[in-house]
């Protein structure tokens, strides 16, 4: 079966600090990788996606992120956060298979950005 | 967001009501979701139809009937619910491909509450 995890319920970071948003995964074959940003009251937003190529992945808003297979991490990275950066993100894995494939998320991690 | 929208915003019922929970997706995917999310609790996926068909349906109680009429609209039917069921239900939509998925358009949400 696979699975997300997102160690972290919380993480705070002061504003122009660089953030990091934890995010391993286990799934059988190749992984399509997803993160999302929700914010309150508002559905989740796609950010950024690992399809395959280049491991370093570039998104919306000056977020990147690492698909690293040898430790089965998708780590998503900004070089400076904003206060406006602030919002729940939830990491997801689907496989590669063609066809429908099953999506499942973590349980999200919530960035607190200090001013 | 006027890719996905959703219909009503806030839904408050009783008991012993019946309404219905509409979704709309505005971007010729090929693929509709209904999620859960409520707090303290991960993303719980409830039913996916993929071209027209279901082919998801997470041991979801009976309460709950989802209908796909078309490949742009979703519906969720809800029918002597329980207080535990409120919470904030998510549609999604995507564009499924032979090769592989992709990611998934949200919508707002409906903010649902049962007395």
């Known amino acids: 079966a696979q699975s997300v995890a997102q160690p972290e319920d919380q993480v705070n970071v002061a504003e122009g600090n660089p953030l990091t948003v934890k995010c391993t995964y286990s799934v059988s074959g190749n992984p399509y990788l997803f993160w999302y940003v929700q914010y309150p009251n508002r559905g989740l937003q796609f950010l950024l996606k690992?399809?395959?190529?280049?491991?370093l992945v570039k998104g919306s808003y000056g977020f990147e992120a690492e698909f690293n297979k040898s430790q089965t991490s998708f780590h998503l990275k900004k070089p400076s956060a904003l206060v406006s950066d602030s919002a729940l993100y939830f990491c997801?894995?689907?496989?590669?298979?063609?066809?429908?494939?099953?999506?499942?998320f973590g349980t999200g991690t919530k960035l607190q950005v200090i001013p | 967001e006027t890719g996905v929208t959703q219909t009503p915003r806030h839904l408050v019922m009783g008991m012993t009501n019946k309404k219905s929970l509409k979704c709309e997706q505005h971007?010729?995917?090929?693929?509709m979701y209904w999620y859960k999310q409520s707090a303290k609790k991960p993303l719980e996926l409830m039913f996916v139809?993929?071209?027209?068909?279901?082919?998801e349906n997470n041991s979801v109680p009976s309460r709950f009937s989802p209908e796909c009429p078309n490949s742009s609209h979703l519906f969720l039917h809800l029918h002597t619910l329980q207080p535990e069921d409120s919470a904030l239900y998510l549609c999604?939509?995507?564009?499924?491909?032979?090769?592989?998925?992709?990611?998934?358009?949200f919508g707002p949400g409906t903010r649902l509450t049962v007395l």
């Open positions: 997801a894995v689907r496989a590669s298979s063609g066809g429908y494939q099953k999506v499942t």
């Open positions: 999604a939509s995507s564009q499924e491909h032979a090769s592989g998925g992709r990611e998934q358009f």
């Open positions: 971007l010729g995917h090929n693929a």
């Open positions: 139809y993929s071209l027209e068909e279901r082919v």
């Open positions: 690992y399809i395959t190529g280049d491991n």
